[in-house]
């Protein structure tokens, strides 16, 4: 579905090494269709990524049984931000394609707090380590549970 749009090569997913634990990542919480995590990049304040448990590389490739659960943890990862971080305001961004700046081919999208005066920082920021993102990560987790509302977790 997503002919026509230039996608990043990759030999392997990174994403899917993520959640099928290949690869240490920090995940705020997760069940069988959506995961949130935290990113090593932070751009904001509390900056996660909201991602389908299965490879679709865009938007665009996504089936109707995943929209609704993607986008109630989209929603849910915002509140978990707006709760625990208290920022101005909330970011939420997505890209499909090269063009536009996709660097994975697994569909995600960004949510972050605003940084103080507004915004948040697209150009090069530090990773951050594990340990701070699961410092992150249970600042959140109160404030928001997957597994009440869509399934059987898998963590």
């Given at each position: 579905m997503?002919d026509?749009?230039a996608?990043p090569?990759a030999d392997?997913c ?16 997760r ?6 995590a935290v990113?090593l990049?932070q751009?904001?304040?509390?900056h ?7 490879h679709?590389?865009t ?6 049984g ?22 101005e305001?909330i970011a939420?961004w997505?890209?499909n394609g ?10 995600h999208f960004?949510v972050?707090?605003?940084?103080p ?5 697209f ?8 340990d701070?993102?699961?410092d ?16 059987t977790?898998?963590?």
């Amino acid at each position: 579905m997503s002919d026509g749009i230039a996608m990043p090569e990759a030999d392997r997913c990174a994403f899917c090494d993520y959640l099928s634990g290949a690869r240490p990542y920090v995940f705020v919480d997760r069940n069988s269709v959506v995961a949130v995590a935290v990113t090593l990049e932070q751009r904001g304040r509390a900056h996660l990524l909201v991602l389908p448990v299965g490879h679709f590389a865009t938007i665009m490739d996504i089936p109707d049984g995943v929209t609704g659960p993607l986008m109630r943890a989209l929603r849910g990862a915002a509140r978990a931000v707006a709760c625990a971080e208290k920022p101005e305001g909330i970011a939420v961004w997505q890209n499909n394609g090269l063009a536009a700046a996709q660097r994975i081919p697994h569909l995600h999208f960004h949510v972050a707090g605003t940084l103080p005066g507004g915004g948040t920082d697209f150009g090069p920021v530090p990773e951050i380590s594990l340990d701070q993102a699961r410092d992150i990560a249970q600042r959140l987790a109160p404030f928001l549970d997957l597994t009440a509302s869509e399934g059987t977790a898998q963590f």
